[in-house]
């Protein structure tokens, strides 16, 4: 029955999945196609993001060898927020529907009635959004590295891997807070405040974490700390140094957590 639950989450996504695998492969590309321009104008941009005071350098993300640089360039028009927004808001688009949309829906009960634990529906449900999540990563790596090649981007595909990896881990720890909300309460939009809330919110300390002090005691609570944040106080950056363990650690715990969580709060709940 689990595998048949993972497999009716895949056949429900499968349209929305391929819009969106269209849209992120687009942008993508889109995107790459500008780097040999900006390239060619390296000096000059270099000295136009130079003139940027530095709590703006902040918002934009490391620039590593600058903008003109593969690296520096893919940090800020891809992973900086473009990337991790897109990825964020299917992931919790999927979390969402996936318990608390089927309550507003009152879909939940036949689903419920099927001969299997609610513990067992909310683990299928879960590893649902995971996969999902992980198969729209996927043809955004493939078009990452297919467009380095054309287009003479100096990143090694397994960086590029390892990055993409790191979006999905962003995007899945997001997405585990809102199934969590979404399954304890059943209610949509509070799901959808926290998860959204907890990504911007957790942007905004992240970035300002270096210049506001009392942030900098609050970063180890966001998880966009943890995505970007963590390789800048260290002065790193992943697409030139790569993933360190660390902070993925801190992600996987909080997505077992949550599900922890979500898997212990479901079945005390009265549904109706």
Partial sequence: M????????FIRESRNLLFWSLGIVSITLLLCLFYPTIKDQGALMDEYMAAFPQEMIAFLGDLGGGLSSASGYLSLELFGIMAPAIFVVYGCRLAVGSIAGEEYSRTIELMLSLPIKREIFVFARFIGIAM???LLTLGFVVTLIISAALFDMDISPFILFQNGLNVWMLALSLSALT????????????????????????YLISSLAGFVEWLGQVKYLSFFYYYNGYYTAADLNSLIDGILLTPWLVMGSSIVIFLVLAILMLP?????
Wanted: no cysteine.
């Fill in 179 to 202: 199934f969590f909300v979404g399954s304890a309460w059943g209610t949509r939009g509070v799901a959808y405040a926290v998860g959204f809330g907890a990504f911007f919110v957790g």
């Fill in 132 to 134: 999902n999540l992980l």
């Fill in 2 to 9: 689990l595998i048949k639950l993972i497999k009716y989450d």
């Fill in 268 to 272: 005390r709940r009265d549904i109706h």
